[in-house]
């Protein structure tokens, strides 16, 4: 157990004719919820694609459930995306399919289960992520914007996955689903055992919910605490970003 | 760690008479504990012991969930004992979820033909509405751009002339090239029965400069480029540009359908004249190596007997076939809703409509022009 769900050591990223990452090291341990916070176009997302093996990473290693992802082939790769979920800052639904069929899709494509089975599941994830069950035939197009997140949120959790990966999931969700939304990540940690990393500017999520946070900045990890620490680093950088609050 | 790809396993204890769940209860072991509750045969009293598992997650709850039900259906009494807290907390979170599991979202409504046919006339008359009211702005931008010549937007429309001529000069090379090497050839078979190659020069020049260059040359760019305009513009309608635009007070219709309109308008004729060469020097290279018509020959005959007034009766095409192709992209843009499905749909849409527009509007020409005996 004592080995971390996620490994990055000295990952390096080069983008758009800079460097967004210079030297990132962070590790994150089994059932921990963990928020990565910075000034925006630090990186933040940057880190959380890397690890999603969306971007291949200009230097460094990343270990994910204790394999090098940048040695796996194809099909153990595979393998480990079916052990995480990822919630995308703009939900990144199927604009085709309604919200059940949305949440159905990877079950379909991943597992052989039976049908109606399948549906059950769907309709328990999305009574999870607190929809209303009219809204699963309805599609994206048809929902308000927090609306979406949870049907994204129900899409990421379709195949029960044991790390989550959460891009800025309570912005633009109103003040009493935001802290619903924190109830649930809380709930959901405690439930399935998940590993969360959340990339986010809520401060009040991050409060309520986090058990440790990192700070991005410079292109490195800054600091590594939980957030009562964190607002009390006398960091210049970490210091002007709690200031205003 | 626990590894979810390990199996999982609904046993019979029966030292102690109980059943036990073992291993990893994951969404991918689902099927197989299924099978294992369709085999066990259960006796009356049934206690169910957790304590082996290594993974629960949801899909392994609600399996279990649902063999409990199937149970206590059938008037047996179930007893879950020994799993541990957050399992327990696992369990009860569905359990009261239930209501909600058997939701089955409303059938889609059945329609009777008639409404369908209605609804499909109502959606067809707004589609000739919204173009007429496209139309209408666009002339509107173009009478006003007049009074102010920065509003034509030159840069942009300059980028259009790249984009769907300068760009689009090599395949419409290639194309006509062949096409006017196949029309030669086919020509000739007739021809040198009768002996009368030298015809060859009229007939395939009639052809090409009337018919086949201008068509060859529409139908390429509607391929290319009323698709790429609806795409362009659908893509920007689900991205929220042209409402940007919009509460910029800025009109979508000035700044990117008149640079289309006009840019197109400029180049269509040049590229018509550019398919004709081509066409031309096609059919010359077949006449020389078929009919033994020497080149010479051939562009005089072409001269004397076809003429620049069939060649203008060609590029005279251009502006009706301009129109037709960027007026459906753009309007068919506009049409895409925000979903990916649609802007496939709506391209293809355009590109369909552009190319029947083009053919009823040479059709309209080819009437227009034996009634004033041209």
Avoid at chain 1, 49 to 57: E, G
Avoid at chain 2, 31 to 52: C, E, H, M, P, R
Avoid at chain 2, 197 to 216: H, K
Wanted: glycine share 6%; hydrophobic share 45%; proline share 4%.
């Amino acid at each position: 157990m004592s080995q971390p769900v996620i490994e990055i050591k000295g990952l390096k990223n080069y983008l758009g004719n800079q460097w967004v990452h210079s030297d990132v090291n962070l590790s994150i341990e089994k059932g921990e919820i963990v928020a990565i916070i910075g000034g925006s176009g630090s990186g933040k997302t940057t880190i959380l694609r890397s690890v999603l093996m969306l971007q291949k990473p200009t230097a460094g290693k990343i270990t994910v459930f204790g394999k090098d992802i940048s040695t796996l082939n194809d099909q153990s790769a595979d393998e480990m995306r079916r052990r995480w979920g990822m919630l995308f800052q703009h939900s990144a639904l199927f604009s085709g399919m309604t919200v059940l069929e949305n949440i159905m899709f990877p079950m379909k494509e991943l597992t052989s289960l039976e049908h109606p089975f399948m549906k059950k599941l769907a309709m328990l994830k999305i009574s999870l992520v607190g929809l209303p069950k009219e809204a699963a035939s309805k599609l994206p197009s048809q929902l308000s914007g927090g609306m979406q997140r949870r049907a994204a949120a129900a899409r990421a959790l379709a195949m029960d996955p044991e790390l989550l990966f959460l891009d800025e999931p309570t912005t633009g969700l109103d003040p009493y689903s935001a802290r619903q939304f924190d109830e649930l990540i809380l709930f959901l940690r405690d439930a399935l055992d998940l590993t969360v990393v959340i990339v986010s500017h809520d401060l009040e999520s991050i409060k309520r919910c986090t058990d440790r946070v990192a700070f991005i900045g410079e292109g490195k990890i800054l600091a590594l605490e939980p957030i009562k620490d964190l607002m009390k680093n006398k960091q210049p950088l970490i210091a002007e970003y709690f200031s205003k609050f | 760690m626990t590894n979810i790809e390990s199996t999982a396993c609904f046993l019979f204890n029966k030292d102690q008479n109980h059943y036990v769940c073992e291993g990893s209860w994951s969404i991918l072991n689902v099927n197989t504990l299924n099978k294992q509750f369709k085999d066990t045969t259960a006796l009356d009293s049934v206690k169910i012991s957790g304590a082996g598992i290594t993974h629960f997650d949801s899909a392994g709850a609600l399996v279990l969930l649902q063999y409990v039900h199937s149970l206590k259906k059938q008037k047996k009494q179930v007893e879950l004992m020994e799993f541990n807290p957050k399992h327990q907390d696992l369990l009860k979170l569905i359990e009261e979820k239930q209501d909600a599991l058997t939701y089955t979202p409303p059938a889609p409504q059945k329609h009777s033909v008639l409404y369908k046919i209605g609804l499909e006339t109502t959606h067809k008359l707004s589609q000739v509405d919204g173009l007429i009211v496209l139309i209408g702005s666009l002339s509107d931008k173009i009478f006003a751009a007049f009074a102010e010549w920065r509003r034509f937007q030159f840069p942009s429309i300059m980028s259009n002339i790249q984009s769907t001529g300068l760009n689009a000069l090599p395949i419409i090379a290639l194309l006509s090239f062949l096409i006017g090497v196949v029309l030669a050839y086919q020509m000739g078979l007739q021809l040198e029965t009768y002996g009368a190659s030298i015809f060859i020069a009229y007939l395939s020049g009639m052809a090409i400069f009337r018919e086949f260059a201008p068509l060859i040359t529409a139908i390429i760019v509607a391929g290319r480029t009323s698709s790429a305009f609806t795409a362009q513009i659908g893509s920007m309608k689900i991205n929220e540009e042209i409402d940007a635009l919009n509460t910029m007070g800025l009109s979508p219709i000035e700044l990117i359908v008149v640079p289309k309109v006009l840019g197109l308008l400029f180049i269509f004729p040049l590229l018509i004249f550019w398919a004709d060469i081509f066409s031309i020097l096609g059919a010359m290279l077949m006449s020389k190596f078929m009919l033994q018509v020497g080149y010479l020959d051939f562009i005089t005959r072409l001269q004397d007997s076809v003429g620049l007034q069939q060649m203008m009766l060609g590029l005279y095409k251009a502006p009706a076939f301009a129109l037709l192709i960027s007026l459906v992209g753009c309007f068919q843009g506009f049409r895409v809703e925000p979903n990916a499905d649609s802007v496939g749909s709506q391209t293809t849409k355009s590109v369909v409509q552009a190319l029947f527009l083009i053919i009823i509007a040479d059709a309209i020409f080819s009437v227009v022009y034996s009634w004033m005996d041209l």
